[in-house]
DNA sequence: TTATAAGAGTATAGCTACTAAACACATAGG
DNA sequence: CCTATGTGTTTAGTAGCTATACTCTTATAA
């Protein structure tokens, strides 16, 4: 029908992958002096997010990547003051990942990042008709399972 | 209003964001036997599109990275038998950059992959009312300037 | 009880993809 | 002719991951 709304939809779509992909790529400083890469403020964000005691597997189940992964971001992490590893009495085997003072100011500060973020995205849908919510989630997830089938 | 239906736009949002990341990043084989990544079929899409010849310098320009990293690539095609370098005549310092028969093969089984994306796609929205298009463009575009201030 | 298997964490090498800086040439302009 | 600019390569470094090999601890089973 009308090939050129189809190709600027598409145009946009890639252009919104590209941005949202470069925003989690773009380190940045969560109140403290250190500068902190997604991977690094995600560790932060499920350590502050779970008040369970987590050990470096448990963390490397949570984030879907190898513990040895998880180990590596940890000595970053560790080196810039914002996580520490102490041993678990119940099982010497075991390492418990704590947050210092410093790396709950990270959580904190990404936390808010994070709210102010999402009430952007609240304000911009309070405007929109019911059925136009339910429009846009039928097309993300038709986009998702088209995805998933492009993936093989 | 509904914070929940938000919050489900905002999941589909970043899982089709994740999605379209990982098939960005799955290196494939596209008909011949080397399995190639992103940036070299990339690179292969580039050479192929345009009839002009191309130095390493032009395709640095063409892709925005250093020609560095294009000189790290083209290295890596060279290596698969996709690309080759000769000296153009009018410059002995410049180099262009041509496409072997394995790169030709690899160039079009691309193409033909995109045109069968492309034609899912297409499928897709010709049962839509054209306000529903119009809705879908006015929304990526918004979520465009959203991310980009969240950029900074 | 002791041997072995399973589990936890670390270290290392390798991969993709990029930048920045230092090179080696070639060419163009004064 | 000599310097400045342009072209391409190489190397070191970064981020983020995997896979593998390794140590140490705990659990299990004969």
Redesign the interface.
């Known amino acids: 029908?009308?090939?050129t709304?189809?190709h600027?939809?598409?145009e946009?779509?890639r252009?919104?992958?590209a941005?949202?992909?470069?925003?989690e790529q773009?380190p940045r400083s969560f109140g403290t002096d250190e500068n902190l890469t997604s991977s690094e403020i995600h560790l932060i964000e499920i350590i502050g997010d779970n008040a369970e005691a987590l050990s470096v597997t448990d963390l490397s189940k949570v984030l879907g990547v190898t513990k040895g992964a998880v180990s590596q971001n940890l000595k970053r992490t560790e080196n810039k003051g914002l996580t520490l590893k102490i041993e678990d009495p119940q099982n010497s085997s075991r390492a418990i990942v704590k947050m210092t003072a410093k790396g709950k100011t990270a959580y904190f500060a990404h936390k808010h990042w994070h709210e102010t973020?999402?009430g952007?995205?609240?304000e911009?849908?309070?405007n929109l008709k019911?059925e136009?919510?339910?429009?846009?989630?039928d097309?993300?997830?038709?986009?998702?399972t088209?995805?998933?089938k492009?993936?093989m």
């Open positions: 029908m009308n090939d709304r189809i600027m939809i598409h946009r779509f252009s919104v992958v941005l949202a992909v470069r925003l773009t973020m999402d952007g995205f609240k911009f849908f309070l019911p136009r919510i339910d429009f846009l989630i097309f993300l997830a038709k986009l998702e088209f995805l998933k492009a993936l």
